[in-house]
């Protein structure tokens, strides 16, 4: 997952006869009482609830903050001392804005009804733009009377650590303070352990009636269908005094940025509205969630838990849009080459060629109390680069790329022989350096997640099935590339490596009693021969042989597996199989988008087919058409949509990416730079779709608008623009 920490909501366990939670655990007590709303701009982003407050209801990791320290924990509206009545809470398409529509309710003084409800429509449109949260309070009085009431914006903060908002608790902290700084300004401040001063200036203009440390008011007369407008700034680390930018020149400066995102990227338009709203819904978070960095954008993780760089999370991101917006990709290599590790640091599970897992910036980062400011505690983060990196030059021919990423790809491919194969026998391997780091170290990271059929963890050093996989990819991959550094013995060599890899791993990964591969070999060399979605990633990396890369296939297509909303990463019926947990029985879009690229691979549209129905379906239901970081794993019943996991990040960067990877597995998208090329092999579109046009689709300097048309089980192509040379064409294999 994305997730550091394994822990998401890795199951607490017992021990003795106590509870202990698991490091990093993130405690789930109660329902939020308001559902919640996310707005983000590069480093910063903001949980806000239905009513547009901070911290006014329970359950929430309600907040504004920036590079992983909370800025704002309280921002609350009332009328009269009495919070207003919700009419509605809606994002922008593009997720630029959050609008909630509020109203007054009946309000009472010394007991006589001064305002009755529904007299008063109030409008707060929030928005992020470098650092600073922007609100705008709009106030209406429909009513036939003049309206005579306060309004009042309490405001506070704690300058917590992500990780405590996550609920780790510390023994010590730094001293926050308040304090006014003029009639219009406050400033929150903050010292912390770490010697860093963090301070939040709010700004009102215009200046309010009343003004404290904690709290503003204005006192408002309105005549009847009189309107006024109040304006609201808290800005991260700002100078005392500072003053942002006005509120409209910065959301239109934020929506012209937002435009020139996009522009670059294929566009897609389907015959089906809801697949639309999808898709739309899945480019905005997309683009939400990149951030500018200065080896360019990155896709973070996911919100709340989540928004930072991850290593996996960014790799296989960006493989996911590398058809649609290659520059994702370029992006995503040159940050992780930059940060690649030069060293050996135990705490950061840190060798020298190793791809960051997550980095941090807050202050238990900087103090170590966690050990994530750079951590390096994940196995498949390196193949995955050179995967990627294979990849994204294959897709587009970048050759000055391509030089400027050859020496990691080198660091990395040394990593993978070297301190990732620890005993030497092929296989990369993993095990946390300390007991502070991760127990797990592939995606799925929780501490249960890696098991024997008997129900017991796997000990030692443990060599993860989908891992082997990469590794392979990436091989080939890298051989290719060396080829294109005219170093031909290193192009030979790398694959000769990776056919030796295929054979030992089918000799030593295969269960012939359960059918599939193992999820995973323990630090005995034991098969964990666990029925699990990791075999259906094996099928993505190509490594699998084909008559058993077919029997995977249909046991993932089988009740115990497929739910008729997707794949579940633990099959019905194992050990420790629990549909409702985080790794062992859930279901995750990236790994079934993934798993559909497998399939795809060996000519099982079929099965992409029903993959591809079962998510559509499911982000059909869900709030904003939004498919979230995983879901639980029940069996579909008709008339009931799927089961929401409690604790979900919703936007994450991989799921939302999945519906362009189920597109391309459906189509059989490939790309042949060097030929100029663009084929769809044995493509089919599910029964939902009759046709897609793609617009803008690129390869190197030229690019095509086409449109698809199903026809039964066949599909035809129907090219409506060309710019430059370039050709597309449909490949029927069997």
């Not at 059909?620 to 009931?640: I, S």
């Not at 100029?676 to 030229?702: H, K, T, W, Y």
Request: proline letters at 6%.
């Amino acid at each position: 997952m994305p997730s550091e920490a394994a822990a998401k909501l890795s199951p607490i366990h017992a021990v003795d006869s106590g509870i202990v939670e698991s490091p990093f655990y993130i405690p789930m007590t109660g329902p939020a009482a308001r559902p919640r709303r996310a707005l983000k701009h590069n480093d910063t982003f903001v949980v806000l609830d239905s009513h547009g407050d901070i911290g006014a209801s329970a359950g929430g990791p309600d907040g504004l903050f920036n590079a992983d320290t909370r800025y704002l924990a309280r921002l609350e509206l009332t009328l009269d001392d009495v919070q207003p009545l919700l009419l509605g809470s809606n994002l922008r398409d593009d997720n630029s804005t959050l609008t909630v529509d509020l109203t007054n309710p009946d309000i009472y003084q010394n007991n006589r009804l001064v305002l009755a409800k529904d007299m008063l429509h109030i409008v707060r449109t929030f928005f992020l733009w470098h650092g600073t949260a922007y609100q705008r309070i709009g106030v209406q009085n429909h009513g036939e009377a003049p309206a005579s009431f306060d309004l009042t914006l309490k405001f506070d903060n704690d300058f917590a650590d992500l990780f405590e908002v996550r609920g780790s608790k510390r023994a010590h902290r730094g001293v926050a303070t308040s304090r006014l700084v003029g009639p219009s300004d406050a400033a929150l401040e903050y010292t912390g352990l770490d010697h860093t001063p963090r301070s939040t200036m709010v700004h009102f203009d215009p200046k309010p009636t009343r003004l404290s440390a904690n709290m503003a008011t204005y006192h408002l007369e309105l005549a009847p269908q009189e309107s006024t407008s109040l304006f609201v700034a808290a800005t991260c680390n700002a100078a005392v005094g500072h003053r942002p930018p006005p509120f409209f020149r910065s959301l239109l400066a934020l929506r012209r940025e937002m435009r020139n995102f996009s522009r670059g990227a294929t566009s897609i338009e389907t015959s089906n509205d809801i697949f639309n709203e999808v898709l739309c819904q899945s480019m905005a978070d997309l683009n939400m969630l990149m951030t500018d960095t200065p080896q360019g954008r990155y896709p973070y993780a996911g919100i709340p838990w989540y928004s930072t760089t991850f290593g996996r999370d960014g790799l296989i991101t960006a493989l996911q849009m590398l058809w649609i917006d290659p520059r994702v990709a370029r992006g995503v290599l040159k940050r992780l080459a930059a940060f690649q590790a030069k060293s050996v640091d135990p705490l950061s599970d840190a060798e020298p060629g190793k791809i960051l897992h997550e980095m941090r910036g807050g202050e238990m980062a900087a103090l170590r109390e966690v050990p994530f400011a750079q951590y390096y505690g994940s196995v498949d983060s390196t193949p995955l680069f050179v995967l990627l990196a294979g990849l994204y030059i294959e897709r587009t021919g970048d050759d000055a790329t391509l030089a400027e990423l050859w020496p990691a790809i080198e660091a990395g491919l040394a990593w993978i022989d070297g301190p990732g194969d620890p005993d030497r026998d092929g296989f990369v391997e993993y095990q946390r350096a300390t007991d502070e780091g991760l127990q797990n170290q592939g995606w799925k990271d929780s501490y249960d997640a890696i098991f024997h059929a008997d129900g017991q963890l796997a000990k030692g050093n443990i060599a993860l099935a989908e891992v082997q996989g990469y590794v392979y990819a990436a091989k080939l991959l890298a051989s290719r590339l060396a080829m294109r550094m005219n170093q031909h013995d290193r192009a030979r060599r790398l694959e000769a490596e990776a056919q030796a890899l295929q054979d030992k791993f089918e000799q030593a990964f295969w269960c012939e009693e359960i059918g599939t591969y193992a999820i995973a070999l323990d630090g005995n060399k034991l098969p964990c021969a666990v029925r699990t979605s990791n075999a259906g990633q094996v099928l993505f990396t190509g490594i699998a042989r084909e008559d058993r890369a077919r029997l995977v296939a249909a046991d993932l297509m089988r009740p115990h597996f497929f739910t008729g909303w997707g794949i579940r990463t633990v099959a019905r019926g194992e050990p420790r199989y629990n549909p409702m947990s985080y790794h062992d029985g859930s279901i995750w879009p990236h790994d079934n988008a993934l798993i559909a690229l497998g399939l795809a691979r060996y000519g099982l549209k079929h099965s992409v087919e029903a993959v591809f129905k079962g998510l559509f379906d499911t982000a059909a239901y869900m709030d904003l058409r939004r498919l979230p970081e995983l879901f639980c794993g029940f069996q579909r019943e008709k008339r009931r949509g799927p089961t929401l996991y409690p604790v979900a990040c919703a936007p994450q960067a991989w799921a939302s990416a999945t519906p362009f990877t189920l597109l391309e597995a459906a189509l059989g998208i490939e790309f042949d730079a060097a030929r100029g090329e663009i084929r769809f092999r044995n493509p089919r579109l599910p029964a939902f779709l009759n046709e897609v046009i793609l617009r803008d689709l690129r390869l190197g300097d030229s690019s095509v608008d086409l449109r698809l048309r199903k026809h039964h089980d066949d599909v035809s192509l129907e090219i409506l623009r060309t710019r430059g040379k370039i050709q597309v064409s449909i490949v029927l294999t069997h």
